[in-house]
């Protein structure tokens, strides 16, 4: 866990979306060339901290040896980014076996390995703002859970947050090996 000062550069700070995709961009190729594949990159406040946490995974799973390792490869290449004005701990860890499904590769790996998830509404539905089931289909717009003989689609926009219970038998892999995958 290495922790970055930096001055103020700029007038006012970036987006912490915008933050973690330029992260992001930079290190998956690094990460997926090492041999693990990139879950997450997320930039939040804890306390009076900034934190950059990445996310990592592979068949087997993440030992704090393979944290950093990861640390190690992709610290050099986001101080030369220099994306972060303020003060922030860069934290390199396993995605774990509990995740938040924030991007539609997430959704789509729960949906092809028939996850069960659950998923959290803005505005109550049928009296429930909490949903449990399967993803059996996603059209990026569309989802549609399944649970026991019951079936919903859920609009994304409804969707508040979806969370999933990684088996440690499933394997992830990044986008680079599926499309390696693919094209075979």
Not at 103 to 118: K, Q
């Amino acid at each position: 866990m290495a922790e970055k000062k930096k001055p103020s550069q700029k007038n006012g700070a970036s987006a912490p979306k915008n933050i973690a995709a330029k992260v992001r961009a930079e290190v998956e190729s690094v990460i997926t060339q090492a041999g693990y594949s990139l879950w997450d990159v997320a930039y939040y406040k804890e306390g009076p901290e900034m934190i950059l946490e990445i996310s990592i995974d592979r068949a087997g799973g993440i030992s704090i040896n393979d944290c950093s390792e990861v640390t190690k490869l992709i610290e050099p290449i986001i101080d030369e980014l220099d994306p972060i004005e303020e003060s922030y701990c860069l934290q390199v860890s396993s995605a774990g076996t509990v995740r938040t499904l924030s991007r539609e590769e997430h959704i789509r790996f729960a949906c092809d390995n028939s996850l069960d998830v659950t998923l959290g509404l803005y505005v109550a539905v049928d009296g429930s703002k909490e949903y449990k089931g399967a993803i059996t289909s996603f059209d990026g717009e569309i989802l549609v859970l399944q649970n026991g003989e019951s079936t919903r689609e859920f609009n994304m926009k409804q969707i508040s947050k979806i969370n999933a219970e990684i088996d440690t038998e499933i394997e992830t892999e990044s986008a680079e090996e599926k499309e390696e995958t693919e094209d075979e």
